[in-house]
T-cell receptor
Framework: KAGVTQTPRYLIKTRGQQVTLSCSPISGHRSVSWYQQTPGQGLQFLFEYFSETQRNKGNFPGRFSGRQFSNSRSEMNVSTLELGDSALYLC??????????FGPGTRLTVL | DAKTTQPNSMESNEEEPVHLPCNHSTISGTDYIHWYRQLPSQGPEYVIHGLTSNVNNRMASLAIAEDRKSSTLILHRATLRDAAVYYCILRSPYNAGNMLTFGGGTRLMVKP
């Protein structure tokens, strides 16, 4: 079974730009969650989508948004990028509340 | 979610057992104890979870104190591949969704 895939794996943007990251969950998984990981703040929950609806949201500004498509693939968007948005963005999928499967992440660098 | 406390780092020798502690004194009766680990340059991966009884799987064992205020993840024979950051997380099944609240975790270093 293929794992969670995230594209692109690496991305460099400049301040003020926007970026879209993509996540393809494991087949059959309807829940997709996004996390931001930085050296200073660690792993922080961004939001979760289930059957195309946002089910949970973390404490991030409105510049961070996401969506989920009918095939469970998900995208997250960050508008008006700031230097502090440089991070590893991780996507996780699951079919239950027991175990989440994480992708390898997208490393975003904002210059 | 209730808070967990873990040592920042631990060291182990290869092929020896490793006991990774986690304190969760404010755990509620419905909170499950989950462990994830993050290998270098990878996303976290699920290790094990439990509620009250000790649990075993192919990766590790989870020993839960009788009062549930602490737990210990046991790696029976550490390998170099087990070098990772280990996260102890509490989750209630009554919380909607799959949000995980990660703390700082324990960085395990394994010496050959």
């Amino acid at each position: 079974k293929a794992g969670v895939t995230q594209t692109p794996r690496y991305l460099i943007k400049t301040r003020g730009q926007q970026v879209t990251l993509s996540c393809s969950p494991i087949s059959g998984h309807r829940s997709v969650s996004w996390y931001q990981q930085t050296p200073g703040q660690g792993l922080q929950f961004l939001f979760e989508y289930f059957s195309e609806t946002q089910r949970n949201k973390g404490n991030f500004p409105g510049r961070f948004s996401g969506r989920q498509f009918s095939n469970s693939r998900s995208e997250m968007n960050v508008s008006t990028l700031e230097l502090g948005d440089s991070a590893l963005y991780l996507c996780a999928s699951s079919w239950s509340t027991t175990e989440q499967f994480f992708g390898p992440g997208t490393r975003l660098t904002v210059l | 979610d209730a808070k967990t406390t873990q040592p920042n780092s631990m060291e182990s020798n290869e092929e020896e057992p490793v006991h990774l502690p986690c304190n969760h004194s404010t755990i509620s009766g419905t909170d499950y104890i989950h462990w994830y680990r993050q290998l270098p340059s990878q996303g976290p991966e699920y290790v094990i979870h439990g509620l009250t009884s000790n649990v075993n799987n192919r990766m590790a064992s989870l020993a839960i104190a009788e009062d549930r205020k602490s737990s210990t993840l046991i790696l029976h024979r550490a390998t170099l591949r087990d070098a990772a950051v280990y996260y102890c997380i509490l989750r209630s099944p009554y919380n909607a969704g799959n949000m995980l609240t990660f703390g700082g975790g324990t960085r395990l270093m394994v010496k050959p």
